[in-house]
């Protein structure tokens, strides 16, 4: 009887904390730096849809413009292959979808999430917090 209890015990915990669920490849590092948008030095971030690279995170961070008052921040490492010097984040010419030179994972701007490729995880994402006049991307 105590046997079968450890065994549902077990099961139990498995489920409730998701022991199938593999951690992000990405380390979480802390970030925390202020942008201010409306200022000419981002300029690229003045407009819904403009993007600009930072320092910061394991391979830098990009930041988007998704509408007047919302700002999405993804880590540039690829979760694919992380710790390659050269497996970095771009923003394609279309705007829209991010994407691992050295992989060629294709990640949506959106979310981050999976379009194509071999990294079965998504982009690892930052807070974002805007007040109208500063831009906060922290972790």
Not at 49 to 72: A, C, E, N, P, Q
């Amino acid at each position: 009887m105590r046997r079968l209890t450890r065994i549902f015990a077990v099961i139990f915990l498995c489920l409730a904390t998701g022991c199938d669920k593999e951690p992000h490849p990405v380390p979480p590092v802390y970030v925390n730096f202020y942008i201010y948008p409306n200022d000419v030095t981002y300029l690229d971030l003045n407009y819904y849809g403009g993007h600009m690279y930072f320092t910061g995170g394991v391979d830098g961070v990009v930041v988007y413009r998704l509408d007047g008052w919302s700002f999405i921040a993804f880590d540039r490492a690829c979760p694919y292959d992380w710790e390659d010097i050269d497996s970095w984040i771009w923003v394609e010419d279309n705007g829209i979808i991010l994407r691992c030179e050295k992989c060629g994972s294709q990640f949506s701007i959106l979310d981050g999430g999976v379009i194509t490729g071999p990294s079965r995880f998504p982009l690892r994402r930052y807070y974002t917090k805007f007040d109208g006049m500063i831009l906060r991307v922290h972790s």
